[in-house]
């Protein structure tokens, strides 16, 4: 192992720790008043507007490198991710913050099969049980969600909730596996400055064609959205971007399963959301995924 290894594992685990933050802060903005799809468009519109300037100044060689192929990937990969955070964020309307958080990181089962099928990369054994480890974790956390479905709060659906989720999952997993080619021959600014342009572009239309207007977000929803854009979108999605250019996009993939224990634990502590012992079991499952994923990456 590298000397370099460690730091590469330390970023990669703060910017999962930062993105942990982005369920409270999408259901601040959400009880604030805010519609999901415009706290989405919102979120990549600010990140954007903070990375594309820098790119155009600090990255303007790279970018004008790029092909016509090289900007229909980035358009792709940006309209993955749209409908990512369109989906996921719409979710928290109607179940947990912890099983929404527990669903949409399912990407490891998606990642790890494509990767293998598509990308011939066939994941080591280790791989293999820290996934099935985490499948389990996210199991059980989703078990206790359906037992509690009965005494759901009024204008909540945990099953249109959950299904909205894993639509996040299935678009993020995309995202992941479109962009990398891109990622790995572009400076990590460039990449995330069209990546998120993109992203920013779609996400905008879908919500104007729903009618979502950035100007119809009240003023209260706009603090915790400019955390959403600084913290989670700009500091912890570009450390795991950062974090695929050494280590596979499966264990990066199952590596962002630790979210839903964050997320849950900040969900009991300032929403008043119980942790019920399936859950907290669940959690310990996801992370001893994450262990045993670690693990077997360093080998």
């Known amino acids: 192992m590298s000397r370099t290894a460690p730091l590469r594992y330390a970023a ?16 601040l903005a959400i009880d604030a008043g805010a519609h999901p799809l415009a706290i989405a468009a919102a979120r990549l519109t600010l990140a954007s507007m903070v990375v594309v300037p820098m790119a155009l100044v600090r990255q303007r060689p790279s970018l004008a490198s790029l092909r016509v192929r090289d900007w229909q990937t980035a358009a792709l990969a940006g309209s993955l991710l749209a409908v990512h955070f369109a989906t996921w964020i719409a979710s928290l309307q109607f179940t947990s913050v912890a099983s929404s958080v527990a669903l949409v990181t399912t990407n490891p089962i998606w990642v790890g099969l494509a990767a293998w099928l598509v990308l011939r ?19 059980l956390i989703i078990a206790n969600d359906l037992v509690q479905t009965g005494a759901a709060p009024a204008g909540r659906d945990p099953m249109l909730g959950n299904a909205l989720a894993l639509s996040g999952a299935l678009a993020i997993s995309g995202y992941l596996l479109v962009g990398r080619r891109l990622n ?18 779609a996400m905008n239309l879908i919500a104007m064609l729903a009618g979502q207007w950035l100007d119809r977000i009240p003023l209260a929803a706009w603090l915790p959205i400019i955390g959403l854009a600084l913290g989670p979108q700009l500091a912890g999605h570009t450390l795991i971007n950062a974090s695929l250019r050494h280590l ?33 079991f669940g959690f310990s499952v996801l992370l001893a995924g ?4 670690a693990r077997a990456e360093r080998r």
């Not at 790995?184 to 572009?201: D, E, F, Q, S, T």
């Not at 994450?290 to 994923?293: D, F, G, Y």
């Open 121 to 139: 990369e066939p994941p080591a054994r280790g791989t293999l049980v820290g996934i099935a480890l985490g499948i389990a974790g996210t199991g």
């Open 290 to 293: 994450i262990v045993v994923a």
């Open 12 to 27: 990669l685990a703060l910017g999962v720790l930062v993105v942990s933050t982005a369920a409270l802060l999408i259901r």
């Open 248 to 280: 596979s996009p499966t264990f990066v993939a199952l590596a962002i399963l630790g979210e839903p224990v964050g997320s849950a634990i900040l969900a009991w502590l300032l929403l008043g959301e119980a942790v019920a012992p399936l859950q907290l």
């Open 184 to 201: 790995l021959k572009l400076p990590l600014l460039a990449y995330v400055a069209i990546v998120y342009g993109a992203a920013a572009l």
